[in-house]
């Protein structure tokens, strides 16, 4: 790691998976976005859940700009992932050979941004709202706790700029 960047190792195919996730993300928060879908309305709460008319008058004044923001960011996780390409014919070593992703330090947040707004539609969408609906043992957690190992990942890298 040099001092303007961080490298992430990431296997081939775990580089594709994550591409293909950040390109999902992007759709989903894109021009087309529905604000009523559930996964959105987490990506955007509120201050004040217990005051519906103020709810309402801060999710109006800054929904938009916060969906914004995070198809920006997406877009930034993209570019540095854009030498992952889905291969039909991909052998098991090329799948799993490693491959460096550069994070240039003025990306860092929207990494850490973009992982963790995945996370959160995915846990919207497998109903998590406390460790409590989080089972470990169910295959389907698998992308949700991979995703929070690399956020760590990139946080603890991160923490070696500060």
């Known amino acids: ?8 190792p990431l296997a ?16 989903l928060v894109g021009a087309d976005r529905d604000v009523q879908d559930p996964a959105i309305i987490r990506l955007t709460p509120t201050p004040y ?14 929904r938009e700009d916060l969906l914004d923001r995070r198809l920006l960011d997406a877009h930034t996780v993209h570019n540095a992932l854009q030498g992952f390409q889905a291969v039909d014919d991909l052998t098991e070593a ?9 994070i240039r330090a003025t990306d860092i947040d929207a990494w850490m941004r973009t992982l963790t ?33 690399r956020l760590e990942t990139v946080i603890t890298a991160a923490d070696e700029f500060d």
């Open 1 to 8: 790691m040099t001092s303007a960047t961080i490298i992430l």
């Open 94 to 102: 090329d799948a799993l050979a490693p491959r460096d992703v550069v």
């Open 12 to 27: 081939y195919l775990e580089g594709v998976h994550l591409a293909q996730l950040v390109d999902d993300l992007a759709e």
């Open 117 to 149: 707004a995945l996370r959160l539609v995915i846990a919207t969408r497998l109903g998590i709202t406390s460790d409590d609906d989080h089972d470990p043992e169910d295959d389907r957690y698998g992308i949700y706790d991979w995703l929070g190992y």
């Open 49 to 62: 859940p217990d005051d519906e008319e103020a709810s309402d008058s801060f999710t109006a004044s800054t």
